[in-house]
């Protein structure tokens, strides 16, 4: 299954929504996650079943969608959320990754 | 608490053969499948394997298929990925990673391999 992350870069300002999206080649029904990863470390698990808020993640982020289109949606950026963000599918293996999504100040 | 410590990296030739450990600490190992991921230089996140709690059923990315082998210890509680006919393409961090509640919600510090 391919997962097509858009955009794969964006630049925003503190206190902006920003939205992310991800496509599914074929149906993965709600099984998809997104990670952020900041440099240097590893990633770090937001949101998982599409739209379920991993503990300790801030109520900021969201996720929404099923089957094929999903997105991750900041509603308002922090300093601290500027890093790289990835979609991952894990309906059927191998999984796969989007191909990522720098936000930028 | 959840900890996963990887180790064996280092710079190795093309062709050659290189194995990576994964110890894991603060859950119960021998319950939880185990994943390795891995990240070249400046892109993006890449899975490459997984193996069942119990070692039995393994799958790979296509990239990797044929060259790599997943397995694990669970009397150590160590995961390993042993890399066979290793190319430039596998130069990258690699890292283990759990799905304890949620998916792959635990991961390692990463192990840097050069293939050169």
């Known amino acids: 299954i391919q997962m097509t992350q858009s955009p794969s870069s964006l630049s925003a300002s503190v206190g902006d929504r920003v939205t992310i999206t991800c496509r599914a080649s074929?149906?993965?029904?709600?099984?998809l996650a997104w990670y952020q990863q900041k440099p240097g470390k590893a990633p770090n698990l937001l949101i998982y079943?599409?739209?379920s808020l991993q503990s300790g993640v801030p109520a900021r982020f969201s996720g929404s969608g099923s089957g094929t289109d999903f997105t991750l949606t900041i509603s308002s950026l922090q300093p601290e959320d500027f890093a790289t963000y990835y979609c991952?599918?894990?309906?059927?293996?191998?999984?796969?990754f989007g191909g990522g999504t720098k936000v930028e100040i | 608490q959840v900890q996963l410590v990887e180790s064996g990296g280092g710079v190795v030739q093309p062709g050659r053969s290189l194995r990576l450990s994964c110890v894991a600490s603060g859950f119960t190992f021998d319950k939880i499948a185990m994943h390795w991921l891995r990240q070249a230089p400046g892109k993006g996140l890449e899975w490459v394997a997984v193996t069942s709690y119990d070692g039995i059923d393994k799958f790979y990315a296509d990239s990797v298929k044929g060259r790599f082998t997943i397995s694990r210890d669970n009397s150590k509680n160590t995961l390993f990925l042993q890399m066979n006919s290793l190319r430039r393409e596998d130069t990258a961090i690699y890292y283990c990673a759990s799905r304890l509640l949620r998916p792959l919600d635990h991961w390692g510090q990463g192990t840097l391999v050069t293939v050169s």
């Open positions: 074929q149906g993965i029904e709600n099984d």
């Open positions: 991952l599918q894990d309906y059927i293996y191998p999984s796969t």
């Open positions: 079943a599409a739209s």
